[in-house]
T-cell receptor
Framework: RKEVEQDPGPFNVPEGATVAFNCTYSNSASQSFFWYRQDCRKEPKLLMSVYSSGNEDGRFTAQLNRASQYISLLIRDSKLSDSATYLCVVIPTSGTYKYIFGTGTRLKVLA | GAGVSQSPSNKVTEKGKDVELRCDPISGHTALYWYRQSLGQGLEFLIYFQGNSAPDKSGLPSDRFSAERTGGSVSTLTIQRTQQEDSAVYLC??????????????FGPGTRLTVT
């Protein structure tokens, strides 16, 4: 089983739709979680950290479910500019700074 | 300010040749990471530096891969006797400090390596 798994998609949604992605992780001792965004042939950029209590940044909401070992990203009122690949990132244990990236979920927002 | 830079942006090399990839992190960033990303795949961790030392080399795929960092700044990733399976985008990232909550990573644009 992969350490971090994501549905590769693509998720094709119309503008204005709400879309959600999940990411599962295998190590129950995982410490920190992030969502990164990667545009085609570009480098990844941090979208948001994921906090235990859940957190929101504008149209984006991230949540952590430790019991079921997954994190989620919800995007409301999708924009064309949200089209990208969303990478889930997990730091598996304390004392290491080895970031484990998922393979990403591709989102296409359609006009 | 200047971000993370990498050179070359593209490298085409023949199988069996050695290549050196360079990363200039953001000034003052103590942590530096190397990843590679194959077509349609996620990022694969290779190695991490804290200052000039590499506490975690576990991701280096073989002994043909090595990396160093000097002066707490520039890092080079060297691949000896390149193979076709080494073809990928090699990404470098730096962060101000290492560790969860402190280590927002800023990525460079990557070096696209093609081994023919």
């Amino acid at each position: 089983r992969k350490e971090v798994e994501q549905d590769p998609g693509p998720f094709n949604v119309p503008e204005g739709a709400t879309v959600a992605f999940n990411c599962t992780y295998s190590n129950s001792a995982s410490q920190s979680f992030f969502w990164y965004r990667q545009d085609c042939r570009k480098e990844p950029k941090l979208l948001m950290s994921v906090y235990s209590s859940g957190n929101e940044d504008g149209r984006f909401t991230a949540q952590l479910n430790r019991a079921s070992q997954y994190i989620s990203l919800l995007i409301r009122d999708s924009k064309l500019s949200d089209s990208a690949t969303y990478l889930c990132v997990v730091i598996p244990t304390s004392g290491t700074y080895k970031y484990i990236f998922g393979t990403g979920t591709r989102l296409k927002v359609l006009a | 300010g200047a971000g993370v830079s990498q050179s070359p942006s593209n490298k085409v090399t023949e199988k069996g040749k050695d290549v050196e990839l360079r990363c200039d992190p953001i000034s003052g960033h103590t942590a530096l990471y190397w990843y590679r990303q194959s077509l349609g795949q996620g990022l694969e961790f290779l190695i991490y530096f804290q200052g000039n030392s590499a506490p975690d080399k576990s991701g280096l795929p073989s002994d043909r891969f090595s990396a160093e960092r000097t002066g707490g700044s520039v890092s080079t990733l060297t691949i000896q006797r390149t193979q076709q399976e080494d073809s990928a985008v090699y990404l470098c990232a730096s962060s101000l400090l290492a560790g969860p909550g402190l280590g927002r990573q800023y990525f460079g644009p990557g070096t696209r390596l093609t081994v023919t």
